[in-house]
């Protein structure tokens, strides 16, 4: 997940190629649906309650979908962390923060996944974050993160969090890594 540049003075954290799956699925789910609506319309004279509720399906299918591709897509970041700040490319946006500007950062657990162990998201915001327990912040408003999956855990608190530590005066929040059973 973590690919070094060349550089010592810079760090790439690359995309998560699960939500680059779910976004391409979503985006043929969501023509599928387009189809199917254009397939559906306009309703000839003596339609049914069958048929409105075929194009509702179907219209809330596709916003599901369009939904779900845009949330995945939005999600799937390229972290470049380096002497000036922290850089988050996506398919929609690019977004900077400087060293200066960062309030709080860290490691907060948000969840578990059936195979891969624990997540955690690595995130870098202006504003100081609640904490909610020893393991997680309550993340709210912009900022930039990252899902960190299963053993990526590790290599974030040895490489990457001193890396960002030596460049901002703001101290780590690093979520307690803690057995959870399945």
């Given at each position: 997940m973590i690919e070094y540049n060349c550089s010592e003075?810079?760090?790439?954290?690359?995309r998560n190629s699960t939500f680059l799956a779910i976004?391409?699925?979503?985006a043929v789910m969501a023509v599928a649906g387009i189809r199917l609506i254009a397939?559906?319309?306009p309703l000839e004279h003596g339609y049914t309650?069958?048929?409105?509720?075929?194009?509702?399906?179907?219209?809330v299918w596709t916003l599901v979908a369009v939904g779900m591709g845009v949330a995945a897509l939005?999600?799937?970041?390229?972290?470049?962390?380096d002497d000036e700040g922290v850089t988050s490319a996506t398919v929609f946006a690019k977004t900077r923060i400087t060293w200066d500007e960062i309030a709080d950062f860290g490691l907060s657990y948000c969840g578990q996944t059936k195979n891969?162990?624990?997540?955690?998201?690595?995130?870098?915001?202006?504003q100081q974050q609640p904490v909610k327990n020893e393991c997680s912040k309550r993340l709210k408003g912009k900022m930039i993160k990252a899902v960190i999956i299963g053993d990526g855990y590790d290599e974030m608190v040895e490489k990457v969090i001193p890396f960002c530590a030596s460049r901002t005066k703001t101290e780590p929040f690093i979520g307690r890594d803690k057995f959870h059973l399945l």
């Open positions: 003075n810079r760090i790439v954290i690359g976004g391409v699925g979503a397939g559906l319309l309650a069958a048929d409105v509720f075929g194009v509702i399906f179907a219209c939005s999600s799937n970041s390229k972290i470049t962390l891969e162990g624990n997540t955690y998201y690595l995130y870098f915001s202006k």
